[in-house]
């Protein structure tokens, strides 16, 4: 750490801005500060510490509320004077019961949802499998057990084809978007993460 201390400017208060985003989503998460100690502690707990301004003390993401940040990774800029922490976020990383904190608009954009959005996906049908919430239809997959969800995959791959064979554009997507889902489901199911399925079809386009 002292190595990775030389490269870093803290601020004149001895301390420096982090930048906390969801390893999956890459949403923004939070922003907050760290001093050396809060660092030291990231790194050797592999979770979230801070160092709050306005109490002057250190505090630990999640402590009370159970909303942890798992850290995967952390970066510092070409200045060095801005960190970039990777997370899996447990549960909600915002006090006000958001996910984000940055969920106030000044500009909205019409852009359409990227890659991203199968992460999120991902992260609410792994929140479900833990929680098992009553009235949660993923839940329920999960309740129902491994050939109840690919009868699911089953019947939504029929019928994608009959939505083919139709040439009804629209409802093709829409069985495409349901069987995508159940898809998700499975791979949580057996555990597989959307990474490696990534790495094979780049493994793939190599060959």
């Known amino acids: 750490m002292k190595e990775v201390f030389e490269h870093l400017k803290f601020d004149e208060k001895g301390l420096i801005p982090a930048v906390v985003q969801d390893v999956r989503t890459k949403d923004v998460l939070m922003v907050a500060y760290m001093n050396k100690e809060a660092l030291q502690k990231t790194v050797k707990t592999n979770e979230t510490w801070f160092y709050s301004r306005s ?17 995967k990774e952390i970066k510092y800029d070409c200045d060095g004077d801005t960190l970039l922490v ?24 019409d852009s359409m949802p990227g890659f991203g959005i199968i992460n999120k996906l991902r992260s609410v049908i792994k929140d479900r499998k833990e929680k098992r919430p009553e009235g949660s239809y993923t839940a329920y997959l999960f309740d129902e ?17 009959i939505a083919s064979k139709n040439e009804d554009r629209n409802q093709l997507i829409y069985e495409i978007a349901d069987l995508l889902y159940h898809m998700l489901v499975l791979m949580e199911q ?15 386009f190599k060959t």
């Not at 109490?55 to 850290?71: C, M």
């Not at 899996?88 to 019961?97: N, S």
């Not at 057990?145 to 084809?161: F, M, N, P, R, T």
């Not at 057996?190 to 990474?195: D, G, Q, S």
Request: hydrophobic share 35%; charged share 35%.
């Open 55 to 71: 109490r002057q003390k250190l505090w630990h993401k999640g402590e009370i509320s159970g909303n942890i940040q798992k850290v």
């Open 145 to 161: 057990g491994l050939d109840k969800i690919l009868k699911k995959v089953g019947e939504e791959a029929s019928e994608v084809i």
């Open 86 to 109: 990777l997370v899996e976020q447990k549960g909600v990383a915002c006090h006000t019961g958001k996910y984000s904190c940055f969920f106030n608009d000044i500009l909205k954009g």
């Open 190 to 204: 057996k555990e597989i993460k959307t990474e490696e399925i990534l790495e094979e079809l780049q493994r793939r």
